[in-house]
């Protein structure tokens, strides 16, 4: 069966350091991995994806994310934390059957402090 | 235009009501989602529709009926709901239902039901 884990349940770091939000995942065939940010009372919007290709993918708002076949994981970074990336990050990985389901982890709250 | 939009933002029922919920996108997606979200959990799938047609329903309660009734609308029926179904609700779309596209999430309906 499919699973993300994200193990933090929230993550603080002061504006101007880099943060990184943890995703592990366990899939059977090929991994198709997301990440997703969610401002209070709002939509998720889409950040980015690995599908395949070049282990570092880069997304909107300067994140990155590093896929890592050995270690199933899927970390988002950023070199330089604004207090606006303030939100609740998801990391999601698409089921290997072709039924569009999207399976999310239980979501990470990143706290960027001035 | 990336945009999916869901009418209305806030929606107070009592549960003897009926409402509806709708959702409209005019990307040329051809798969739509709905998803339930508590707060500060992960969305929950609740219906996938592919090419129109019903393709996923992940055992959710009747009083809980969707419809598609073309390509860019999706609408949620509610009736005779419970206070516990209060939460955000989530519509999405998608290119298709392959594994490899993003969801492209609206800003959600959040629902009290009373």
């Known amino acids: 069966a499919q699973s993300v884990a994200q193990p933090e349940d929230q993550v603080n770091v002061a504006e101007g350091n880099p943060l990184t939000v943890k995703c592990t995942y366990s899939?059977?065939?090929?991994?198709?991995l997301f990440w997703y940010v969610q401002y209070p009372n709002r939509g998720l919007q889409f950040l980015l994806k690995?599908?395949?290709?070049?282990?570092l993918v880069k997304g909107s708002y300067g994140f990155e994310a590093e896929f890592n076949k050995s270690q199933t994981s899927f970390h988002l970074k950023k070199p330089s934390a604004l207090v606006s990336d303030s939100a609740l990050y998801f990391c999601?990985?698409?089921?290997?059957?072709?039924?569009?389901?999207?399976?999310f982890g239980q979501g990470t709250t990143l706290q960027v402090k001035p | 235009d990336t945009e999916v939009t869901q009418t209305p933002k806030h929606l107070v029922m009592g549960m003897t009501n009926k409402k509806s919920l709708k959702c409209e996108q005019h990307m040329g997606h051809r798969a739509m989602y709905w998803y339930k979200q508590k707060a500060k959990k992960p969305p929950e799938l609740m219906f996938v529709?592919?090419?129109?047609?019903?393709?996923i329903n992940e055992s959710v309660p009747s009083r809980f009926s969707p419809e598609c009734p073309n390509s860019s609308l999706l609408n949620l029926h509610l009736h005779a709901l419970q206070p516990e179904d209060s939460a955000l609700y989530l519509c999405?779309?998608?290119?298709?239902?392959?594994?490899?596209?993003?969801?492209?999430f609206g800003e959600g309906s959040r629902l009290t039901v009373l």
């Open positions: 690995y599908i395949t290709g070049d282990n």
């Open positions: 529709y592919s090419y129109e047609k019903l393709s």
């Open positions: 999405a779309s998608s290119q298709d239902r392959g594994n490899t596209g993003e969801l492209f």
């Open positions: 899939v059977s065939g090929n991994p198709y």
């Open positions: 999601a990985v698409r089921a290997s059957s072709n039924t569009g389901k999207l399976i």
